[in-house]
T-cell receptor, first 112, second 112 residues
Framework: GNSVTQMEGPVTLSEEAFLTINCTYT??????LFWYVQYPGEGLQLLLK?????DKGSNKGFEATYRKETTSFHLEKGSVQVSDSAVYFC???????????FGSGTQLTVLP | KAGVTQTPRYLIKTRGQQVTLSCSPI?????VSWYQQTPGQGLQFLFE???????NKGNFPGRFSGRQFSNSRSEMNVSTLELGDSALYLC???????????FGPGTRLLVL
């Protein structure tokens, strides 16, 4: 079956530090890959996505590249802000399974 | 366009009771999926509805059920509530033929 393995948290960074959250996946076929963010007391917000190999998704300074050869979709941001503090989820959507499969989530805290 | 809406936002029930949660999709989105989020199990897929038909189902007991109406609004029902049903229930909607799911704010259910 499909699975997503995500970097364990929590992650604590100082403002303006570089962020990497690792994500690897196992899936049949060619899934689409997503990063969602969840702020306290809220639902999931789509952060970025990539639908095929070598695609780069980007939004609000965050980036992730769909690497088929390493089955990875690592999230990066060059300079984090306090407002980026949240839980980040890596997910894949397989057309055959017709559902999102999520990683366990990574809690990010950015200190001023 | 208005986003995905879920009602109610918070619910407190006692064991043995039943509960109905509602989800209104983004205009034009005909697919509605439901997920359960708990600290222990993370995000798990419950079921998906499209054109008033359940198209996919996760690994949950029959106490969890759902339906979809002709206007694409969906409800999920949990009967004979157990303490372990305490969770955030998230609804996600998507356009036909697309793989991106957009989430509502969730309904937080507490079973006492």
């Amino acid at each position: 079956g499909n699975s997503v393995t995500q970097m364990e948290g929590p992650v604590t960074l100082s403002e303006e530090a570089f962020l990497t959250i690792n994500c690897t996946y196992t899936a049949t076929g060619y899934p689409s890959l997503f990063w969602y963010v969840q702020y306290p007391g809220e639902g999931l917000q789509l952060l970025l996505k990539a639908t095929k190999a070598d695609d780069k998704g980007s939004n609000k300074g965050f980036e992730a590249t769909y690497r088929k050869e390493t089955t990875s979709f690592h999230l990066e941001k060059g300079s984090v802000q306090v407002s980026d503090s949240a839980v980040y989820f890596c997910a894949l959507f397989s057309g055959s399974a017709r559902q999102l499969t999520f990683g366990s989530g990574t809690q990010l805290t950015v200190l001023p | 366009k208005a986003g995905v809406t879920q009602t109610p936002r918070y619910l407190i029930k006692t064991r043995g009771q039943q509960v109905t949660l509602s989800c209104s999709p983004i205009s034009g989105h005909r697919s509605v999926s439901w997920y359960q989020q708990t600290p222990g199990q993370g995000l798990q897929f419950l079921f998906e509805y499209f054109s008033e038909t359940q198209r996919n189902k996760g690994n949950f007991p029959g106490r969890f059920s759902g339906r979809q109406f002709s206007n694409s609004r969906s409800e999920m029902n949990v009967s004979t509530l157990e303490l372990g049903d305490s969770a955030l229930y998230l609804c996600a909607t998507q356009e036909s033929g697309q793989e991106t799911q957009y989430f509502g704010p969730g309904t937080r259910l507490l079973v006492l």
